[in-house]
Nanobody, 114 residues
């Protein structure tokens, strides 16, 4: 059974940094493209960043230059480094794997507020 468990969320002040982790079990992430998505209250879920099996990355324009996705296949973990955080980055952040029809984690709350 595939499990994706996000961690590292919480409360941070504007301009601060945070690193999210997504630990996978039941799959080897090295075989799959992975991604981070987010959903703010009242809004649709949107892609934040994706990373392919050969570590090519795509980052949404709204976070480009501030967020970086990476993967450590040996640790079976995907990361999202978030810098220069803004209040509009407040959302629940979800980890995604394109295994089969797609697998999602349960999400971790990120709140950017002073």
């Amino acid at each position: 059974q595939v499990q994706l468990v996000e961690s590292g969320g919480g409360l941070v002040q504007p301009g601060g940094s945070m690193r999210l982790s997504c630990a996978a079990s039941g799959i080897f992430i090295g075989f799959y493209d992975m991604g981070w998505y987010r959903q703010a209250p009242g809004k649709q879920r949107e892609v934040v960043a994706t990373i392919t099996t050969d570590s090519s990355t795509h980052t949404a324009d709204s976070v480009k230059g501030r967020f970086t996705i990476s993967r450590d296949n040996a640790k079976n973990t995907v990361y999202l480094q978030m810098n220069s955080l803004k209040p509009e980055d407040t959302a629940v952040y979800y980890c995604y794997s394109d295994r089969g029809g797609g697998a999602w984690g349960k999400g971790t709350q990120v709140t950017v507020s002073s």
